[in-house]
């Protein structure tokens, strides 16, 4: 019952997930979002935009194959919204970074999340019409990058931001304009580019050119602008620091979309984005 036996981790659209007790795949499906490599033993965390945890040691999801079914975590677990993240407790994280499309943050600790008994429950206490849009899983060293649909960012070391309790409060992620709202979280750990895109356009960005653009020193929650229009006709979606190489996304319908950075020309931050095909 305890024996740790070599498994895959297969996480696709609307992160169903599968494990293959096999040691190599020779097609990958198209649908993949993460594979990793672990053991039986290893946990599957799991995390609503409602909040809702699961965490279920990989042995007890079952036994899968590339062509079956993945797990619908949402349907097995009785969960009472969308997941916005799966992941297995083996993947080298020390936090978990919380946002929601109300501009709150919420960073808790891993081994918070360890003694958790009984699942489902709540991570996070959220206000009516309030949802966690993105975690984020970080490391000590990363730094947090926060980007608003219109283009604007926040740059700032994770360790200013204090882990919390599971019903603690929450703080303020960035100073907003009015009518501009979050768009996502994503870690940095001195990776040379930012890829940014909404739903049909996307632009690369050199991370030494946002920092040129920089001036004066930053208050806490003030942004720097990185688009050319102060309201983009499609609102900026994500972001996501990357070296050269395939950029791979999952889209807000569970879609996943793989880009290749090395066929994109590097923008300036003030630039408009362009349509790509991938």
């Given at each position: 019952?305890?024996?740790?036996?070599?498994?895959?981790?297969?996480?696709?659209?609307d992160?169903?997930?599968?494990?293959?007790?096999?040691?190599r795949?020779?097609?990958?499906?198209?649908?993949?979002?993460t594979?990793?490599?672990?053991?039986n033993?290893?946990?599957?965390?799991?995390?609503?935009?409602?909040?809702?945890?699961?965490?279920?040691?990989?042995k007890?999801?079952?036994?899968f194959?590339?062509?079956?079914?993945?797990?619908?975590?949402?349907?097995?677990?009785?969960?009472?919204?969308t997941?916005?993240?799966?992941?297995?407790?083996?993947?080298?994280?020390?936090?978990?970074?919380m946002?929601?499309?109300k501009?709150?943050?919420k960073?808790?600790?891993?081994?918070?999340?360890?003694?958790f008994?009984k699942?489902?429950?709540?991570?996070?206490?959220?206000?009516?019409?309030?949802?966690?849009?993105?975690v984020?899983?970080?490391?000590?060293?990363?730094?947090?990058?926060?980007?608003?649909?219109?283009?604007?960012?926040?740059?700032?070391?994770?360790?200013?931001?204090?882990?919390?309790?599971?019903?603690a409060?929450?703080?303020?992620?960035?100073?907003?304009?009015?009518?501009d709202?979050?768009?996502?979280?994503?870690?940095?750990?001195?990776?040379?580019?930012?890829?940014?895109?909404d739903?049909?356009?996307?632009?690369?960005?050199?991370v030494?050119?946002?920092?040129?653009?920089?001036?004066?020193?930053?208050?806490?929650?003030?942004?720097?602008?990185?688009?050319?229009?102060?309201?983009?006709?499609?609102?900026?979606?994500?972001?996501i620091a990357?070296?050269?190489?395939?950029?791979?996304?999952?889209?807000?319908?569970?879609?996943?979309?793989?880009?290749?950075?090395?066929?994109?020309?590097?923008?300036?931050?003030?630039?408009?984005?362009?349509?790509?095909?991938?």
């Amino acid at each position: 019952e305890m024996i740790k036996e070599p498994v895959i981790t297969w996480i696709g659209g609307d992160y169903k997930i599968k494990v293959l007790y096999q040691s190599r795949i020779l097609n990958i499906p198209a649908d993949t979002f993460t594979l990793t490599k672990t053991h039986n033993q290893d946990k599957m965390i799991a995390i609503s935009d409602k909040g809702e945890l699961v965490i279920e040691r990989l042995k007890d999801l079952g036994k899968f194959s590339v062509q079956s079914d993945a797990l619908n975590i949402v349907k097995n677990f009785g969960l009472k919204s969308t997941l916005v993240f799966s992941e297995t407790l083996g993947y080298d994280f020390d936090y978990l970074v919380m946002i929601t499309n109300k501009n709150t943050l919420k960073k808790i600790d891993k081994e918070l999340l360890l003694s958790f008994r009984k699942f489902p429950t709540i991570v996070m206490g959220l206000a009516e019409g309030e949802k966690i849009i993105k975690v984020l899983p970080i490391k000590d060293n990363n730094k947090i990058w926060v980007i608003t649909q219109w283009g604007r960012i926040l740059i700032f070391d994770h360790a200013g931001l204090r882990p919390m309790g599971k019903t603690a409060a929450w703080v303020k992620a960035i100073d907003l304009q009015e009518g501009d709202k979050v768009a996502d979280i994503f870690s940095y750990s001195d990776e040379p580019f930012i890829f940014i895109h909404d739903d049909q356009n996307w632009k690369l960005v050199s991370v030494e050119d946002l920092y040129e653009q920089k001036r004066g020193p930053m208050k806490r929650a003030q942004a720097w602008v990185i688009c050319a229009e102060p309201k983009p006709t499609h609102p900026l979606r994500g972001a996501i620091a990357i070296v050269e190489w395939a950029v791979n996304l999952m889209m807000e319908n569970g879609r996943i979309d793989l880009y290749d950075s090395n066929k994109m020309d590097l923008c300036m931050p003030e630039d408009d984005l362009t349509k790509i095909t991938n």
